[in-house]
């Protein structure tokens, strides 16, 4: 109200001064007068003792607000300082807006973020297991209030400890180094829980065994075991072990463990145990550990079986030994006899106990000398000597020994992994004498060979003569008597048949051939003599080193060869005749072709006289078919000219856009009668390449007629262009009925026309000359087509013309390259 009042006051004296100022400007009162009566106006001496005490407290107020506005600050500056002056992180929190750094002074932590943003994110820079511990004690912090105090571990390896305390509605996260016992703390903690894992891991290591495993203290009590150790003892679980003492080891194996354990030793034995209601093998192993012990038990009876099949199998094998014919012995690394069969006792007559005394390998050769069993040398020191180097040289020896009772034995000799050597002895004797035998089986061989047609002749390792049949002589004109007489060389049978045939690089290769001990590879070919037979040869390297030389007289067979090559260029001939034929009448029905559509265009002009419309539908009808007609002549021609090679090619830049509209041109009336779309595609870079333009139009023009002939009303025939690797493609797609697979291999062949059940049937030409055109470009045409969805035909032309192409492409019919494009190719 007081303040009511003193502003009521300063309006009134204000009014009342304002008109007091215009009365003594007017000149009205003086201005002594003029205040006083302005005093008097405004209510007295009182009112302005009033204002005067309102101003003045007023002014007091203002001055305590000051003085506590700088109390505040200097607290405010002492509590940033007092922060600030200890490292670390403090957070503030507050419903609705979460953790805030308030202040960020602690450094050199290891993984510790600097950054505000990043500090709050405390997955990012904590490892695993912290994060978790510190989200767990947040929780309780911020739900109920609960504060805590944890050393936390950053992914970095660095050491902090969080605190965390409620101050009212909010909340104060700090974090800070640790020092001191702390930071020794932290590390045994680490250790701590290192050691722990790796208990863990071992622990479980062990219990996932599926062998019995325990540990013991030093009274030799169980202290854990795992699940194999609880089911060999058919316990239900290792409370149950440990409650009860169950022991795997007999009284009497405990006391032996004990002992060795007792020097300070391991104990490592293979002992019986009985597992469940069997009895088997383990080998246990008990290991000292300070004050406790370690023992495992694992099963090896599948071990002590196998031991048992393998020496099974070596008495098995020794038995089979004993059952071949080759004699067999096996000396050990020290030259001690080891082992040897039946067919070593037989062969070499000693006797059977002294062999059972192991003794050495040289013993054994001089008691084969004594009993004159050994081959009869010069030096036999030295060759004993040579013989028993086997155990030093790695190497395979061989040696053929001719005894005195006239066998010959073949001795080979091996070194064994161990050191020792492996003997065999074969008797050859009964081999040699079927040399003989086999002798006379040539003979039997050489009547057979005489049956055959072929020449045969086999030269030997030395290059002389070893077999041949009297076709082989009859070829070569050769005296049978002589060539057995005689066993010629190679070399003098060719100085003998080159007066047949004088081919001398042939006769060198089959020299080399038949004398070559390396890379002998198998040679045929044909040779035709002066006497104008045809001889077919072969030249085949045998296995045992000699060679096979095959002739045959094909002079008949190549006669009938002759006769059908002769049949095949007349039918080329006659096909060339037939493109003249077609070429001239197509030159001869093109003039007359020309008048009519002539006078048809002269006729249906007005000057000569005004027309019916039946007879302008006439005429229409006749210019259309002539036309059409002149069309297909223009094809034959062009083809005609193609295979005569005199099709030749302007080869300038040609503008993609334009040729394409040229190109529309001719099919627009027809697609808009079919009600049919056009839609065009061109890529940007497709711009120009070098080309003939009126080709490339015509190509685009056939392609275009015959998608707009096969496609159905209201469909959509696509034309694209791009550029790919070098070449201009153009693609043209249709939406008709499509081409089925067994026809489209004779698409583009001459005169092939199908209907595919639509309206257009044509000549058979476009397609034709579109490959046509394409090779001639050295381009390549692509079609391809499914019934019933239409046909796509990609057409590429080189961007830089033919010069580009190595190869030329044909035309089609004819197997000659074109040469028009021959000509371009070399320009």
Known sequence: MLVLASLACVAVLTATLASGRRLIESGGLPGGTWLLAALVAAGG??????LYQTITSMRTQARRAQDEARDLRRQLAAAEALIKSEPQVLMHWEQGRGFSVVTNTL???????????????FNFWLDQKSTAALKSALDGLLSEGRAFNLILKTAAGGHIEADGRAAGARAVLR??????YKRDLSVILDQHMRLARDVRSSRALLSALPHPAWLSDASDRLTWVNSAYVKAVDAESEAEVIDGQIALLESRQRKIVARALKSGQTYNDRIP???????????????????????????????????GELDRQVAAYDRTLDRVATAVAIFNSEQKLTFFNAAYLKLWKLDADWLATSPGDGAVLDRLRERGRLPEVVNYREWKSRLLRAYKEE???????????????????????DGGVTYLYKDETERLALESDYNALIGVQRETLDSLKEGVAVFGTDGRLKLHNSSFAAIWKLSPKKLDDESPHIEDFISITQALHGGESMWIEIKSAVTSFEDREALEGQMLRPDQSVIDYAVTPL??????????????????????????????????LKNQFISHISYELRTPLT????????????????????????????????????????????????????????????????????????????????????????????????????????????????????SKPEGVVHLSCWREDGQMVFMVEDQGVGIPKDQQQRIFERFESRSQGSKHRGAGLGLSIVKSLVDLHGGDTVLDSEPGRGTKVTVRFPERGLEENVNVPTSTGSDATHPAAARLARN
């Open 543 to 576: 296995p045992d080193g000699g060679t096979l030389l095959t002739f045959v007289d094909v002079t008949d067979s190549k006669r009938y060869e002759r006769a059908l090559i002769e049949r095949n260029e007349a039918l080329i001939t006659a096909d060339k």
């Open 175 to 180: 974090f800070k180094d640790v020092a001191g």
């Open 107 to 121: 450094n050199g932590v290891p993984g510790l973020p600097g950054n505000a943003i990043e500090l709050v994110r």
């Open 45 to 50: 001496a009182g009112t302005i003792y009033l």
């Open 595 to 710: 008048n009519i559509i002539g006078f048809s265009e002269l006729l249906a002009n007005p000057i000569f006289g005004a027309l019916t419309g039946r007879q302008r539908e006439y005429l229409e009808d006749i210019s259309f078919s002539s036309k059409t007609l002149l069309a297909i002549i223009d094809d034959i021609l062009d083809l005609a000219t193609i295979d005569a090679g005199g099709l030749e090619l302007t080869l300038e830049p040609v503008n993609v856009r334009a040729v394409i509209d040229q190109a529309i041109v001719s099919v627009r009336e027809r697609a808009a009668h079919a009600r049919l779309t056009l839609d065009i595609a061109i890529a940007d870079d497709a711009t120009t390449f070098l080309a003939d333009a009126q080709r490339v139009r015509q190509v685009l023009q056939n392609l275009l007629s015959n998608a707009v002939g096969f």
């Open 273 to 307: 145990l009985v597992i469940g209601s069997e009895r088997k093998v383990h080998a246990v192993t008990v290991l000292p550990l300070g004050d406790a012990t370690a023992g495992a038990a694992i099963d090896v009876a599948d071990l002590e079986s196998a031991k």
């Open 395 to 417: 190497s395979e020896h061989e040696d053929w020994w001719h005894l005195p009772d006239g066998r010959v034995v073949h001795v080979m000799a091996a070194q064994r992994p």
